[in-house]
């Protein structure tokens, strides 16, 4: 294959440039956070209603409130494996583990609540989609 479909941008590059392509996503902004996050092709990405679907946490260590932006809610919708098992902190601009974050609309650890989508999806699909390569 001489090319690539970047998890970011959905885009195919050219396989030889694809690393400098990739560091243009993940280069990290002042706050500490990535530019871009790997998602889901628009396309595939959960369509439904977002009614009740969380999308504020919480770090109890720091206080600080962080939004999940709609494509990423949307993309691990439908691949609840898509992510690992943490999440940016705008509080301490860094990384956290989901075990430290609580949403805000229910107080339900990201920990549990990831865990609880991803069982549901191997009870309807058997085994977890194809990883993304990046």
């Avoid at 990739?22 to 990405?45: A, F, N």
């Avoid at 992510?83 to 650890?109: A, H, K, M, N, Q």
Wanted: with cysteine; hydrophobic share 25%.
């Amino acid at each position: 294959m001489f090319f690539v479909r970047c998890p970011f941008c959905h885009k195919l590059v050219f396989r030889l440039f694809y690393e400098g392509h990739k560091r243009q996503h993940t280069k990290l902004r002042d706050d500490g956070q990535m530019t871009e996050h790997i998602t889901v092709h628009p396309e595939g990405r959960y369509q439904g209603s977002l009614k009740g679907v969380p999308t504020a946490y919480r770090h109890d260590r720091c206080g600080g409130v962080t939004g999940m932006p709609e494509e990423i809610v949307r993309s691990y919708l439908v691949n609840p494996f898509l992510y690992s098992g943490g999440s940016f902190c705008c509080g301490c601009e860094d990384y956290r583990p989901y075990r430290e974050l609580f949403w805000v609309e229910t107080g339900e650890c990201l920990d549990d609540y990831f865990q609880k989508l991803q069982d549901q999806y191997l009870r309807e699909h058997g085994e977890p989609p194809p990883k993304t390569r990046v």
